[in-house]
């Protein structure tokens, strides 16, 4: 996801067949889709989050941009990059 006014980058999970839509509530604060991808189990999709987030914070040394208060649909705990 985007967000322009943050800006900032995000990538996150969620489960499409929620009651709560998480994606349509964070574009309610500003964030928008940038790209979906579907994948069979939620055990693939952790390991592909996993190995972006190794790249971002381990190869890259991206650290989190955001805090709590920037967040408050996730109360921060997800974890965003600085749009460059």
Not at 18 to 30: A, K, P
Request: net charge positive.
């Amino acid at each position: 996801m985007t967000n322009s006014r943050l800006n900032a980058y995000k990538i996150g999970i969620t489960n499409t067949d929620r009651r709560i839509d998480r994606l349509e509530r964070l574009n309610n604060q500003g964030w928008q889709t940038y790209r979906k991808f579907q994948f069979k189990n939620g055990d693939q999709a952790k390991k592909c989050e996993k190995k972006i987030f190794k790249i971002i914070h381990h190869d890259l040394k991206i650290p989190i941009y955001l805090s709590k208060e920037d967040m408050p649909v996730t109360g921060g705990r997800q974890k965003q990059w600085m749009l460059t």
